[in-house]
């Protein structure tokens, strides 16, 4: 790909870049940005992935690139070269960055810090021609959401939930912070909604009832542009081995792609 | 019971102070530290909950208490009365703090401010005579976290995961920092580990293997000091219901009890 000779190029060749956010932790927003990131690799796109959860950078670990680490790119002008997957996505992540042991990034990352560590995320990696940068944006809109939108035009975002009603607290708020930041949603993601026993498939909902389609109204998402993932154990299983993209994407995300 | 004259008493009558915590999100954390503070109570004590985690509290909406609203100590001093739970917690929450909906609790506590916010939900609540002080923390060690461990001595935290090894990155982090701020760790809780089928009754543990073994060596735990919390309906339940604390409590609650 060409190569952007610093900082303020960095971002150049970028077509569209789509952020993943959820106010609320736990409900599978890496998961869905990394998932989705290859389904538009399957595609035929040229995805980047930027991991800015930087207070707990799990795209290594769903990609298995635990032990990948940052070269410079050959163009010089101080810029990294982005860490490709198995599944053709230019991944960069606070995980990649060598420290020592004892200071695992993000742990003195606080406030202001962590916004502008995550917007040299974006600027310091040579990141050529993308179709698509997709953003694992940190719980909540705090210094990173701030830092990332002050680096790069996010043109929309993808909020993930799950059916629980501690779940929909933190969303809706989330949505209202979003708004005022100008990003508007693209879809809504339910994930985790329903459990199918391996044994005998009945069907059951542990989290709880749902509301997806109250969050879609509230974000002006049509019900087209509600997706549904299920308590999935290939999902799991992919992201426990570091395993994502080297199968074929699950229906459910292609759909969303 | 007696009641305090000011913030710098607000926590006499506080025999002991446990935090719950964890750096990864959505692993159980609120429901954890609702459900043993219930348990506590139900044994006998005299409990107080603090809902710490300021930008997404949790604590009305399990204990079905979203329309209390704090009301001023009859001792004066600027200080307010906790909210008394079905279960009989003494509970102090940003959720009970009445603010504009627009404005709701905590998106624009950001850094230090969120730190600040949290120290007073300590100093400013009339408390009295308790047993245990139980601490629902907010994911990570930020500012929260550090406000609150300036405010109150924590003698021991239970540390909450799950199966995942995205939560273990995140986890044993947390542990070195925790240890840092020189708070030890009683017990780990590994929550949702198993699920078993209502239809079938087979067990499957959608989320991973799990390594409670490898955090409780780490933190110092005895292998008594791990406890196993299933993906339970009857817990999800009560949490969607607002009924924690109305039935007796589940037995692995009283064990860690
Ligand atoms: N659809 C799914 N099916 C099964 N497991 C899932 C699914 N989505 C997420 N998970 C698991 O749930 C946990 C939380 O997901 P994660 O992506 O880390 O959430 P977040 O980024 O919102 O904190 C992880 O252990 C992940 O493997
Ligand atoms: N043991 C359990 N069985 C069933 N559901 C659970 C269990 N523990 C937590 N949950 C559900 O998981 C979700 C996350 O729990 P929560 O306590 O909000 O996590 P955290 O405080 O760590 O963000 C909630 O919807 C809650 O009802
Ligand atoms: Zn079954």
């Known amino acids: 790909f060409g190569h952007a000779v ?25 998961t869905v940005a990394a998932h989705l990131a290859h389904a538009l690799a399957a595609r035929g796109g040229r995805v980047g992935l930027v991991d800015a959860d930087v207070m ?4 290594p670990t769903v990609l298995g690139l635990e032990d990948a680490r940052v070269e410079a790119s050959p163009a010089g ?34 406030g ?24 694992d944006l940190p719980p909540g809109v705090g210094d990173v959401t701030l830092g990332v939108c002050a680096a790069v035009a996010v043109e929309a975002a993808v909020v993930v939930t799950t059916p629980s009603r ?7 708020k989330g949505l209202e912070l979003q708004e005022g930041l100008g ?6 993601v339910e994930n985790l909604a329903v459990a199918v026993c391996p044994g005998c498939g009945a069907e059951n909902r542990p989290f709880g009832g749902g509301h997806a389609a109250e969050l879609a ?18 999902v799991a299983a992919a992201n426990e081995a570091g395993a994502v993209g080297d199968a074929a994407p699950e229906p459910v995300f292609l759909s969303l792609a």
């Open 217 to 234: 109204a509230a974000a002006g998402v049509a019900p087209e542009g509600v997706f549904r993932v299920p308590i999935s154990p290939a």
């Open 112 to 135: 202001p810090l962590a916004g502008r560590v995550a917007a040299q995320l974006f600027r310091m990696t040579d990141w050529g021609e993308l179709d698509y940068l997709v953003v």
């Open 56 to 59: 707990g950078p799990s795209a």
């Open 183 to 188: 990003v508007p949603t693209a879809a809504v």
């Open 77 to 110: 002008g101080g810029l990294a070269l982005p860490v490709e997957s198995r599944g053709g996505v230019r991944v960069a992540s606070l995980g990649f960055v060598n420290v020592a042991p004892s200071t695992k990034p993000g742990a003195a990352l606080r």
């Open 6 to 30: 610093g900082p303020e190029d960095a971002l150049a060749g970028v077509r569209s870049c789509v952020a993943v956010s959820s106010c609320k932790g736990g409900v599978g927003k890496s």
């Open 166 to 172: 501690l779940a929909r607290v933190d969303v809706l």
